[in-house]
């Protein structure tokens, strides 16, 4: 029973996380009939929302465009054999760095300020991702339990430094002044009129061409370049990295400061691109949809963007749908993405050997 | 300060430390027998929900609390399955438990009473009635819940064969005893504690359930769990520990201290999870989990 699994290669990156994902979305539609709704009436209304229309189509490459940085956050971790759950404080972190940049070097034009604001967003993203990443590596601390206390430490800090330090002195919400206007990363319906071209307004902004920017130096990095190597090899043998000469708590670092550099990413898109101002608890729990992001698509960047558009719809349409129908509240999407980590992630052997049973039964017949 | 102040604080201490401490013997059971569990907060927060609706349905916070467990447990058993049966990480199923724990009271609750995802208000017998010194049945069970544990754990049989299952399930099979069995038995215990630490909040702590109410005190008490080292009597000190911080940090809002001025909230809410990242950083002690944590067990190997 335990023995591995030969399905070919195909089989294992596509149907069998496509397999769970249906599985995952019958249970969804299990709660909804639960909860006494229809459920083909609510994915009517959710693809509606999210791909009927100009405006919609906008909002869930917005979304999407979050996805992808986390995913891909998880997933060089997950390359290197750690799992970094602490997308949430790396991200929250980021936004800091970001408001510290924009906030005290407003007087730089934007050609400079924008990149300034996301650099400052990976370092302090990155930062805040070595430290466990330092820890695992040389004291030998759980990466998931210091990563998990660094996503309280951050929402603690955040609040602390909204509230008391950086709070705009007028303000009464804990947020920082708005960041100058030269450094908001022009939307995309302002980048196409400037060529002429109208498209629906909405808060999809130009940080998606960074996040696909990242997406393929993901790739780059992971399948060639030497580094990537190094980083799949720890990931997969620490031992033999040790006899092929390569540090594992070295490359344990180095694949922490990238997936938290690429957490900052979901900042760059949400403050820099959208909300202009540091603000609480705008990670929203993204950084755990990174995970369901990576798993789903195999921690490889193409299967990324193809699970961050699938959770770009669900919160898109998610939104409308809550709209039309008041009993499904965007909670459903919490609950798809948790049915999803738990099907493609924990119970992958489960689904594997199903495919298997079904895809082998010729051949033992055969036999 | 005087006398009275303290005995104020100790009991809002005590109020504040026994979700953590029930949740805290449910990751202590899990993990002691290899099964680790993030999933602590998430099956706490079925449990209250669970434990709210039907005290409020039944009119009784028993029932209540028997549904908070009937809950906490069916969600262990998922985790149990995925962990056990499916060698699935562990790590990754407890992700998704949290998860799935957060969308489904909110969802429901909001389908079921249209509350923005809040049960009614409880009252009367609906809610757990303070017993001995202003405390409620649920405090003593929690309580109860350590000399048992670590009874059970370190002068049983059973207890022995739960412990070598989370160091050695090799041995443990070669013996004839079921590791599956054991781990299954470890995660349905974990289940009903955290079952008991839910319906605490909802029933008992406050008069009903609202959205994501153990906010991060699932993860408290896996600091406290690594505090403790894995050992009953520690947790409870552990878990006392930090209800008093929780407790001084609510008391501390907006009072100066003499030396040092107004000390922030936030700065006493940091330190169970500092304290907890400079101990597994061996700092101060180590800090080691049992051998076999975290590891699927597959016979052939």
Redesign the interface.
């Known amino acids: 029973m335990s023995a591995p699994i030969d399905l070919p290669k195909w089989a294992d990156t596509i149907l069998v996380p496509a397999v769970s994902v249906v599985a995952a979305f019958l249970v969804a539609g299990l709660v909804v009939l639960g909860i006494g709704e229809n459920p083909l009436t609510a994915t009517r209304l959710l693809l509606q929302g999210s791909l009927g229309t100009g405006e919609g189509l906008g909002f869930t490459l917005f979304y999407m465009t979050d996805f992808i940085f986390v995913g891909l956050a998880v997933a060089v971790a997950y390359h290197a054999g750690l799992f970094n759950i602490g997308g949430e404080g790396q991200a929250t972190l980021a936004g800091l760095g970001i408001a510290l940049v924009l906030n005290n070097l407003t007087f730089l034009p934007g050609f400079l300020l924008i990149p300034l604001g996301i650099l400052g967003a990976a370092a302090f993203g990155a930062a805040w991702a070595a430290v466990p990443g330092y820890l695992q590596a040389k004291r030998g601390s759980h990466i998931v339990i210091t990563t998990i206390m660094f996503n309280w430490l951050a929402s603690v800090l955040i609040v602390y430094l909204l509230v008391n330090v950086l709070r705009a002195p007028q303000n009464m919400n804990p947020e920082t002044p708005a960041f100058p206007p030269q450094s908001h990363i022009p939307f995309m319906h302002e980048a196409f009129a400037a060529f002429g071209i109208e498209i629906p307004s909405s808060q999809l902004n130009l940080t998606l061409l960074l996040a696909l920017a990242a997406a393929y130096g993901v790739w780059l990095l992971i399948y060639r370049s030497r580094l990537g190597y190094a980083i799949r090899v720890v990931g997969s043998n620490p031992t033999a990295a040790v006899y092929a000469g390569i540090s594992p708590a070295r490359i344990i670092v180095i694949a922490m400061v990238l997936s938290g550099a690429l957490a900052g990413g979901l900042a760059v898109n949400e403050l820099m691109g959208y909300q202009h101002r540091l603000l609480l608890e705008f990670t929203s729990g993204y950084g755990f949809v990174g995970i369901a992001v990576a798993l789903m698509g195999r921690a490889h960047p193409v299967g990324i963007i193809l699970a961050s558009l699938l959770f770009g719809i669900l919160y898109q349409g998610g939104a409308e749908l809550a709209f039309e129908q008041p009993a499904i509240t965007r909670d459903m999407v919490v609950v798809i993405g948790g049915i999803i980590i738990l099907f493609a992630g924990a119970l992958d052997g489960l689904f594997r050997r199903l495919v298997a049973r079904v895809m082998l039964r010729p051949t033992l017949a055969k036999a | 300060m005087n006398p009275g102040d303290l005995v104020t604080l100790f009991d809002s201490s005590l109020r504040l430390s026994i979700p953590l401490l029930a949740a805290c013997l449910a990751g202590l059971w899990s993990e002691k027998s290899g099964v680790v569990d ?1 999933g602590l907060e998430g099956k706490m927060l079925v449990a209250a929900f669970a434990a709210a609706a039907a005290a409020y349905a039944f009119n009784s916070a028993w029932i209540g609390l028997l549904a908070g467990i009937a809950a906490s447990v069916i969600f262990a058993l ?1 985790h149990g ?3 056990i049966s ?8 407890g ?10 009271t ?3 609750g ?3 009473y249209g509350q923005g ?1 809040r049960t009614p208000p409880l009252e009367g017998d609906q809610r757990f009635a303070d017993v001995l010194f202003g405390h409620s049945v649920l405090v003593y069970l929690a309580l109860l819940a350590v000399p048992v544990t670590w009874f059970v754990l370190g002068r049983t049989r059973f207890g022995l064969r739960l412990r070598a299952v989370g160091e050695n399930p090799a041995a443990v099979d070669t013996a004839g005893i079921s590791v599956a069995g054991l781990r299954y038995t470890a995660v349905v215990i974990a289940g009903a504690l955290c079952g008991i630490a839910g319906a605490y909040l909802s029933v008992g702590q406050s008069a009903g359930f609202l959205p994501n109410m153990t906010a ?1 005190k699932g ?1 408290i008490a ?2 406290a769990l ?1 505090f403790a080292k894995w050992r009953a009597w520690p947790a409870l000190g552990a878990c006392f520990l930090f209800g008093l911080l929780e407790a001084i940090s609510i008391r501390l809002q907006g009072i100066a201290l003499p030396g040092l001025g107004e000390v ?1 909230v ?2 006493i ?2 330190l169970p ?2 304290m ?2 400079i101990l ?3 700092v101060i002690g180590t800090a080691i ?1 049992p051998r076999a944590s975290g590891v699927p067990y ?3 190997r």
């Open positions: 993030i998922i399955f995925a962990a499916q060698r699935g990480n562990q790590i990754v199923s992700v998704a438990i949290n998860m799935l724990a957060a969308g489904l909110a969802i429901v909001n389908a079921w995802g991060g993860f896996l600091a690594i922030p936030q700065a809410q940091a999870y500092l907890t990242v597994l950083a061996g989990p597959v016979k052939e």
